[in-house]
């Protein structure tokens, strides 16, 4: 992709899944880059899978103390930030009827109230180098009804306005985008799917498979190339046409 080479790269939740791999792309682009993640074993394990990492940070997201002493330390390490890629998120497969407020509690501050806490924390940053770009992960889950995870979609959609707001005010300095996977195939959905849910899944997908994270993971280098200089303010889904159709094509 045009004009990565060089930039310097925060990726949150990179320690595993879509962020794993988002790392691993950026750093193919030649851009610096730090992940950013609550979990220290994990944090280890990336470092070792990505030696050229420039560094890894320690944060849990809904913290905001943390995140801004962490975000912090990205700069220190690469002596500023470029492009964020707001990735870190969890989930918790119940039924509507069962979810206690501390779940509910839980999903909402990492999933929304620390995107919000990451992405506020970097737009100040870029908004006084006079230029960024900052990515969010968002989902299928925030477009249409998905059930077992009304609070997970709940966060999802809020993420999808929150982008859309950020990038009308943060224009034309900082270009903001939000990216929508459907079914991924990372830990978190191997830890919640058994074998035959996935197959489900996949029989339901017109494409009949869930996405490899590096799929991902090139779309969001893709968004914070020069190639696409144009787009902000926009959700790019990719979900092998899950969301193509209603009833009629399911």
Known sequence: MRGLHGKRVLVTGGASGIGAATAGRFLEEGAAVVVLDRDTEGRRKIHAELPELAGTVDADVSNLAQVTAAFDDACKIMGGVDVLINNAGISIRHNFLDITPAEWDKVMAVNLTGVFYVAQTAAKHMWKQGSGVILQTASTNGIVGQPFYAD???????????????????????????????????????????????????????????????????LFAYLASEDAAYATGQVFTLDGGETAGGLAGR
């Open 152 to 218: 997970y979609n709940a966060t999802k959609a809020g993420v999808i306005e929150l982008t859309k707001t950020m990038a009308l005010e943060l224009a034309p300095k900082v270009r903001v985008c939000a990216v929508a996977p459907g079914y991924v195939l990372t830990p978190m959905q191997r830890a919640e799917y058994t074998d035959e849910m996935l197959e489900e899944v996949n029989r339901k997908v017109p494409l009949r498979r869930h996405a490899k994270p590096e799929e991902i993971a090139a």
